[in-house]
C-alpha cells in the first residue's frame, strides 16, 4: 500500500534549512521596506498638517483684520514660553533600538531631529 499518493513525500528534504534562511532574509527585507515607508509617511503628515496650519493662519489673520479692536484694557495675557516649548526636546525617554525586532534600526527622530531631516530633504 502506498500512502504517499497526492501529497508530499515524508521526510526532511534537503531544502529545508535553505528556505528558512531565505525566509528570514525577505522577512527582514519586508520589514525595512514597511519602517522606511512609515517613516515616509510620517514626512508628509507633518508637511500636510503644516500646510493646513499656514492655511487656518492666513484665515485667521484675514478674519482677525476685519474686526475693530478690542478695547477692553483689562484684556492681558499672562505666562510665558518656557524653555522646553522655545526650543523643542531635545533628549528621548523612548529607547534607541526596538527591543524584540531583529531589523537593524533607524536613528530615531524626535524634537528638533525633525528639522534637520526636514531640511535635508528639501
Known amino acids: 500500500m502506498v500512502d504517499s499518493i497526492g501529497r508530499f513525500p515524508v521526510g ?6 535553505k528556505k528558512r534562511k531565505n525566509f528570514l532574509q525577505t522577512t527582514i527585507k519586508k520589514m525595512e521596506q514597511w519602517r522606511d515607508k512609515a517613516r515616509i509617511n510620517l514626512f508628509q503628515q507633518r508637511r500636510r498638517y503644516k500646510g493646513k496650519v499656514e492655511t487656518n493662519k492666513a484665515l485667521m489673520k484675514a478674519k482677525k483684520a476685519g474686526k475693530l479692536p478690542n478695547l477692553n484694557p483689562t484684556f492681558v495675557t499672562i505666562g510665558h514660553r518656557s524653555i522646553s516649548q522655545r526650543y523643542g526636546v531635545t533628549h ?15 536613528e530615531r527622530i524626535y524634537g ?3 528639522k534637520k531631516y526636514e531640511g535635508g530633504r528639501k
Open 112 to 114: 528638533n531631529k525633525w
Open 12 to 17: 526532511r528534504s534537503a531544502m529545508v534549512g
Open 92 to 106: 528621548s525617554t523612548v529607547p534607541l533600538k526596538p527591543k524584540y525586532s531583529i531589523v537593524k534600526p533607524r
